[in-house]
């Protein structure tokens, strides 16, 4: 299978700093790559979908404007939680798609678990 | 009424005993499904997909009813290292994967 890679696996910072997290397909190209959210006992949601080189597709009531995502190549996707405050504390895992692999299998990263004071 | 329902559990059972998981799913449109297990603090993984002729691998079976929108998943003779949560996960035409929030498995010496 495939190799995704986040980087930082955890993070810890103040209220109001931004916050950025790196999601890398490690031996495959992703076309597509998801961001989601997942806070204590709740599931994954999705926040976000992005294909390399467009915009990215946000999901209702995730604010593209406080989570800013670029996917600049077809191994790299950032998230920017830009102004973070204590609500956004959560674990954030992307997944990658596509490539020599089928569009139906999502490949998870280790995910990154943010705590903002 | 939640996309993907799952019972959260949690199971607890002793070693070697057979469990079973549910899950419904609301949107008749879905197109693929999914079983992934979770561990404390660690990303989802992959379990098995689960296909409408039913699937088995080792000592995991996954059905899936596509005219009760309902899949499931079997585990015989559980293992320690079974314990994890278990999230049934639904693909929608967008290729938008749908999580349940899981049913928790405590498998007991």
């Known amino acids: 299978g495939a190799v995704v890679s986040q980087h930082p696996s955890w993070v810890i910072c103040k209220s109001g700093t931004s916050v950025k997290i790196e999601c890398r397909s490690l031996?495959?190209?992703?076309?597509?790559m998801f961001w989601y959210r997942q806070f204590p006992k709740q599931s994954l949601m999705l926040m976000a979908t992005?294909?390399?080189?467009?915009?990215?597709?946000?999901e209702q009531g995730v604010e593209k404007d406080k989570f800013l995502i670029n996917h600049a190549s077809l191994t790299l996707s950032t998230l920017t939680v830009t102004s973070a405050h204590p609500e956004d504390s959560s674990f954030y895992i992307c997944?990658?798609?596509?490539?020599?692999?089928?569009?139906?299998?999502?490949?998870f990263g280790p995910g990154t678990r943010l705590t903002v004071l | 009424r939640k996309e993907v329902e799952q019972d959260p559990g949690p199971f607890n059972v002793p070693e070697g005993a057979t469990v079973a998981f549910n899950c419904t799913y609301s949107?008749?449109?879905?197109?693929?499904f999914f079983w992934y297990r979770q561990d404390c603090r660690k990303e989802p993984k992959l379990l098995m997909s689960?296909?409408?002729s039913g699937n088995e691998d080792g000592r995991f079976t996954a059905q899936l009813n596509r005219a009760s929108q309902y899949i499931s998943l079997l585990i015989r003779d559980s293992k320690l290292s079974d314990s994890a949560t278990y999230l049934c996960?639904?693909?929608?035409?967008?290729?938008?994967?749908?999580f349940g929030s899981g049913t928790r498995l405590l498998v007991r010496p």
């Open positions: 949107n008749s449109a879905s197109q693929s």
């Open positions: 996960v639904v693909m929608d035409s967008s290729y938008k994967l749908i």
């Open positions: 992005s294909n390399e080189g467009s915009k990215a597709t946000y």
């Open positions: 689960v296909y409408s």
């Open positions: 997944s990658a798609s596509g490539g020599r692999f089928s569009t139906d299998t999502q490949y």
């Open positions: 031996d495959f190209q992703a076309t597509t």
